[in-house]
């Protein structure tokens, strides 16, 4: 995994073990690699499972969505509880919501064990979350086809060293600048950009990935569209 989660790590969840300073870059990346195996372990934490219902479940579900029933996404305080909607507003949990279009697919879950302060963990896509990825949806980036976008959004809630979290101004975005030449564990024919930033005493880090290298200003945009409706409170708070 990349530095920028172990440093993450770090900041958030302090009893995982890092490797060793005098590691080699690609022994730091093996040792990473372990980090989601080591905590589920540690934690017993698992990702939610996506269940599977029948097309005419799923156009029920659909419909209830459009009046607000809110069917099709289960957000809360463990990653048991969390689920995966096909569109629709993310009821917000954990002070985060945002607005699926159609197509996309989301969750949001607490990835902190029981004795450690709770932290967001939101994944986005506009392809089908598989069931029981990891933290960074690993295998929902495997499956992206070329027009695809994955979100993923990493509170941290330790110390603050190590990053710089600058103030979020105005509606969540990236741009240009955001987008970096590569990146440990992301394919080398997907763009990825990275954002840092703090909003409402919080500090997030959100990973964009997409499907292709360049990434089309079209798809780009449409990433932005999402990211715009991303809406954050303190937690505790609607």
Do not use: C
Request: glycine share 6%; proline share 9%.
């Amino acid at each position: 995994m990349s530095a920028d989660l172990e440093k993450l790590l770090r900041e958030s969840r302090p009893a995982v073990p890092t490797p060793r300073p005098e590691a080699t870059e690609r022994a730091e990346a093996l040792a990473l690699a372990e980090l989601p195996r080591a905590r589920e372990r540690a934690w017993r934490l698992r990702l939610p499972r996506v269940t599977r219902r029948p097309a005419l479940a799923l156009a029920a579900a659909a419909a209830a969505i459009a009046i607000g029933i809110g069917i099709g996404l289960a957000v809360g305080s463990s990653p048991s509880s969390a689920g995966v909607r096909l569109e629709g507003t993310l009821t917000p949990s954990l002070g985060v919501s945002v607005d699926l279009p159609a197509g996309w697919t989301g969750r949001i879950y607490n990835a902190q064990p029981a004795s450690a302060p709770t932290s967001a963990t939101v994944q986005l896509a506009d392809l089908a979350l598989p069931p029981d990825d990891d933290d960074t949806a690993t295998k929902a980036a495997q499956q992206m086809g070329p027009d695809d976008v994955l979100i993923i959004l990493l509170e941290s809630t330790g110390s603050k060293t190590g990053f710089t979290y600058p103030p979020l101004a105005a509606p969540l975005r990236i741009s240009d600048s955001d987008f970096l030449p590569a990146f440990e564990g992301v394919s080398d024919s997907h763009a990825f950009a990275r954002r840092l930033f703090s909003t409402h005493g919080r500090r997030f880090m959100l990973w964009v990935q997409f499907g292709q290298k360049p990434a089309p200003s079209s798809v780009v945009a449409r990433a932005n569209r999402v990211l715009e409706t991303m809406r954050f409170t303190a937690l505790g708070h609607s």
